[in-house]
């Protein structure tokens, strides 16, 4: 793979968890363990493994959500190990996480098309006046309807409220966004430049 069109870097990631015993010493666990992979700006690349073997973890280190115990991430050339929180704040409109239960993200009391428009405004990616026709296009785009801006989050099934989160993350225009147990048509059709989606092998895991 030519370094110029890595998007995404791993090497070696480590995530140690501690885990604290009721009565004496804890124990520590370790959730990933050299983990090393490339992500090609606009590959869709699959995280595939049992539940329990780390794929959450590794997504959450590539985000920085958590900080890996030991390993590099690179995103574009940055290192986001070590990137301040300032430019790690401005990266984040670059790489999107979908979560499982992402639409429980969404607060209760605000229509949904306003939280969806959030990230335009806030990385200021749409003029005022054309928020609203964003909104809805990103709805129409993930299978909902226009006038379902204006409806609540508890309006919506789970399966409706993960496509808000959809929504919400591609709202951002992110370079890379990170799946976690996606639908699978999903996986497909809400591609921006690259993808990764984190899938149990829910059969293997017997
Ligand atoms: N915050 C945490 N503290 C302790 N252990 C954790 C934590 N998060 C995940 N784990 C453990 O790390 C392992 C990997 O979890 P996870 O990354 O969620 O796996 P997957 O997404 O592949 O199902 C699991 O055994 C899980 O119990
Ligand atoms: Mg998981």
Not at 79 to 97: H, N, S
Not at 155 to 175: D, K, N, T, V, Y
Request: charged share 25%; aromatic share 8%.
């Amino acid at each position: 793979m030519s370094g110029r069109n890595v998007l995404i870097q791993a090497r070696d990631l480590r995530k140690v968890y501690a885990q604290p015993a009721l009565l004496g010493k804890g124990t520590e666990f370790v959730a990933v363990q050299g983990a090393t992979f490339d992500v090609a700006r606009g590959e869709t690349f699959g995280l595939i493994g049992e539940s329990g073997s780390g794929k959450t973890t590794i997504g959450r280190m590539l985000l920085r959500l958590i900080e890996p115990t030991s390993g590099y991430i690179g995103f574009d050339g940055y290192d986001v190990t070590r990137l301040p929180k300032k430019a790690m704040r401005r990266l984040r409109q670059r790489m999107q996480i979908v979560f499982q239960d992402s639409g429980s993200a969404f607060n209760p009391r605000r229509a949904v098309g306003e939280q969806v428009a959030f990230p335009m405004r806030q990385f200021g990616l749409c003029p005022p006046n054309e928020v609203r026709d964003r909104v809805v296009e990103l709805l129409e785009h993930v299978g909902l309807r226009a006038d379902q801006a204006d409806r609540y989050p508890h309006e919506f099934s789970g399966g409706q409220r993960q496509r808000l989160g959809i929504a919400r993350a591609l709202a951002s225009e992110p370079e890379f966004l990170l799946l976690d147990e996606p639908p699978r048509p999903w996986t497909c059709r809400c591609r921006p430049r690259s993808s990764t989606c984190c899938n149990s092998c829910r059969r293997s895991a017997g």
